[in-house]
């Protein structure tokens, strides 16, 4: 019976197969996923089968066939809205980062003069003041090295640093957007 059963099902699969494919990759428009469904389709059709009589099988494959690929083009769909949905994000957010660097760029003889203007605020600080920004950004050293360099307390450089940094911020306020002062410190 089984025997029997498989090779009524071969049957059915081979005479229907090439039509019902045929037809849903009209509409979903993709060898692999057209398999597929007609592949299920034909599948849970004879699963039907063998619990009802039905009136036309051609139709029933007909309806499943149907609504499977209208649910695959939905699924297609949705997955595209993600996607362009996301794009779109990435988009705003490129330019977003685009305009910002644009509206931020200084000028070579603003550069100059904040330069000038921070060498002489350097050179009025104290000399260990100095000395610790110094270590920090130009020689690029961990508070932690600073600190053991200078035979002090890493609270003690974070110190010095803050009080640095602080009087460079009054001396370079008419000059700099507050959303610089990051990128401008990191080469000063």
């Known amino acids: 019976m089984l025997r029997n059963n498989t090779e009524t099902f071969k049957e059915f699969y081979t005479s229907n197969y090439r039509r019902a494919f045929m037809l849903v990759k009209r509409y979903v428009h993709d060898d692999l996923a057209a398999e597929d469904i007609v592949s299920e389709a034909m599948i849970k059709l004879w699963k039907v089968m063998q619990e009802s009589s039905l009136n036309s099988v051609e139709a029933m494959l007909f309806t499943m066939l149907h609504n499977d690929s209208l649910n695959y083009l939905k699924h297609k769909q949705a997955e595209a809205q993600v996607l362009e949905d996301m794009a779109s994000i990435y988009l705003r957010e490129l ?77 370079l306020k008419d000059y700099l957007p507050l959303n610089l002062w990051p990128i401008i410190l990191l080469f000063f």
């Open 95 to 171: 330019d977003l980062r685009i305009s910002t660097l644009e509206d931020c760029t200084p000028d070579l003889t603003k550069l100059n003069e904040i330069n000038n203007i921070l060498q002489i605020s350097l050179s009025q600080l104290p000399s260990l003041t100095r000395q610790i920004f110094e270590m920090s950004r130009y020689r690029n050293l961990t508070n932690k090295e600073i600190a053991k360099e200078c035979n002090i307390s890493v609270k003690s450089v974070e110190y010095h640093i803050t009080k640095a940094l602080k009087i460079l911020r009054i001396q």
